[in-house]
């Protein structure tokens, strides 16, 4: 495997050469967004310059264009996620609405007392429409803990797992930790006591090759901002067998076969759940991202960010008062920590000051915020495009900020 060429990679991302207070920007937010190279800024600049039409609606030329192009994501999609099924590749407006989805209408097949495993470690967004769902129809969560590493407590999940667990959501990166969870393992489990899961991919689909067939997943979801795509589009991966159970999430246009005040019949998978006109023009933007992915690598990626994670970690180790949050082995380049007992706010406006960006706060994660007993941290992510430079100038700013804040 030859190694990425960073120098060649940047050149594609013009936002990598803006400037922050007359320093060179080094973005190390991924986590939160990447960066769109050019092929994905100029597919969406093309999809509204000439040839924008409605998908599905018309037959002139136009609208037959954007149907094929949205088409061919879709299949594309499904081929780079190992589904043998488009039709089990369903466009939403990110992972939030895809796991919406998928807690609101398999949820409606749920009864009461029937329970949902989650993990401490989930987002919020695979966690509160679990807890609106469990609401409406007497459902019980239970959530599977973890040890001081960030590494889940399967012996705890596994005796969860009851004939009525009906489902387990689980994220296959912590988008704070970096965890890498073990969700094939997860899934078998799952699956012999006859529940199926739902794998939040938000944090994994540009770091590590995703194959649902081989995880076994159920549900696979995943936004395309966090994989070198546009905002607003993302991607529900179902198995047909369960979608074609589920009632419709939302009604309009686009999913119906016929409608009349006598009742609607519904159109088949995957457009049952694709109400209303969709971004056609970010989805087919997406194709450009997944192409780009494909061409660059996702396993030299990998590779790539796993050499960074390990060279920013060791000698961010060996600053004073550092606290580094999240230490499984194997975890994905993302590093949350704290200096001392600064408020991780401040430590993020000093970064950025140096033209660093990084995230500050709970991440969307309160609950796991709360098991490591912090408020918020400081979290610096990679993607493709960060290089050993940029690790060494973040180094340095701590360096020079720690003794300002301890
Ligand atoms: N799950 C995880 C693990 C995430 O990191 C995020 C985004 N931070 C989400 C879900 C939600 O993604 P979106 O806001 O794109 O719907």
Redo the contacts with the bound molecule.
Sequence with gaps: MTALDTADIRRQFPALSRKIYGHELIYLDN???TQTPSPVIDAIRDGYLDSKANVHRGVHTLSQEATARQEATRELVARYLGADDSAEVIFT???????NLVASSYGALMNEGDEIVLTVM?????IVPWQLIAERRGLKIRVVGMDDRGVLDLDAFRSMLNERTRIVAV?????VLGTVNPVAEMIAEAHKAGAAVLV????AIAHTKVDVKALDADFY??????MYGP?GI?VLYGRRELLEKMPPYQGGGEMIKTVSFGGTVFADLPFKFEAGTPDFVGIAALAKAVEWLEATGVERIAAHEEQLLEYTTERMAEIEGMRIFGTAPGKSAIISFLIGNAHSYDTGLLLDKLGIAVRTGH???QPLMERLGVSGTVRASMAAYNTFEEADAFIGALRRIAPMLA
Excluded: L, M, P, Y
Excluded at 93 to 99: D, K, L, Y
């Design positions: 986590t939160a967004t407006r990110g992972t939030t609405e895809s796991i989930e987002h919020h967004s695979n994220t296959h990166v912590s988008n939040d991919g938000a944090q979801a995943f936004s395309s901002h966090k905002c993302g991440h969307c994660a």
